[in-house]
């Protein structure tokens, strides 16, 4: 399968600092990529989806001047959690394809606020 | 009602054991579906898609029914290696995956 890579897979920050997590597709081009959070013993949810060359789709809810999305290349997406907070604590994970076929995910980052 | 309901669990089956879990969906216009196996602290990765043919891989059996919206994964003969989180999803079209909260099984020596 398709290869994504995650950078950092830990950190660790302290509340009103921000944090930028980077979402790289490795052997293939990314046009679209998607971009969740997982809380414990909770599924995946959908925080936003990332259009390169254009601006990220967020689902209700999700504050977009709080999670800044920046998809600039065909092979790069970030997310920024800016000025974290002990409630953003979470597992991020980024994913790549979809659609009909299936989704590829990077390794994760966990990041906790305190 | 949730867009995908799977039963939280946890299974706890002995190895060599025969599982099943069950997963409905509520959107009569999703194409895709999938079994996503997750251990714990790690991503989601792809098990196997389900067809409605139903499908088979080594000891993994798929299922689909669109009339119920209901589809299923069996395991046979359980290895502890099996333990995991096993995701049902499902997509519509060319919109993002919808994801189950999962089903744990835990598979004991």
């Known amino acids: 399968g398709a290869v994504v890579s995650q950078h950092p897979s830990w950190v660790i920050c302290k509340s009103g600092t921000s944090v930028k997590i980077e979402c790289r597709s490795l052997?293939?081009?990314?046009?679209?990529m998607f971009w969740y959070r997982q809380f414990p013993k909770q599924s995946l949810m959908l925080m936003a989806t990332?259009?390169?060359?254009?601006?990220?789709?967020?689902e209700q809810g999700v504050e977009k001047d709080k999670f800044l999305i920046n998809h600039a290349s065909l092979t790069l997406s970030t997310l920024t959690v800016t000025s974290a907070h002990p409630e953003d604590s979470s597992f991020y994970i980024c994913?790549?394809?979809?659609?009909?076929?299936?989704?590829?995910f990077g390794p994760g980052t966990r990041l906790t606020v305190t | 009602r949730k867009e995908v309901e799977q039963d939280p669990g946890p299974f706890n089956v002995p190895e060599g054991a025969t599982v099943a879990f069950n997963c409905t969906y509520s959107?009569?216009?999703?194409?895709?579906f999938f079994w996503y196996r997750q251990d714990c602290r790690k991503e989601p990765k792809l098990l196997m898609s389900?067809?409605?043919s139903g499908n088979e891989d080594g000891r993994f059996t798929a299922q689909l029914n669109r009339a119920s919206q209901y589809i299923s994964l069996l395991i046979r003969d359980s290895k502890l290696s099996d333990s995991a989180t096993y995701l049902c999803?499902?997509?519509?079209?060319?919109?993002?995956?919808?994801f189950g909260k999962g089903t744990r099984l835990s598979v004991i020596a």
């Open positions: 959107n009569s216009a999703s194409q895709s």
């Open positions: 999803v499902v997509n519509v079209g060319n919109t993002p995956l919808v």
């Open positions: 052997d293939f081009q990314a046009t679209t």
């Open positions: 990332s259009n390169e060359g254009s601006k990220a789709t967020y």
């Open positions: 389900v067809y409605s």
């Open positions: 994913g790549g394809g979809g659609g009909t076929y299936e989704q590829y």
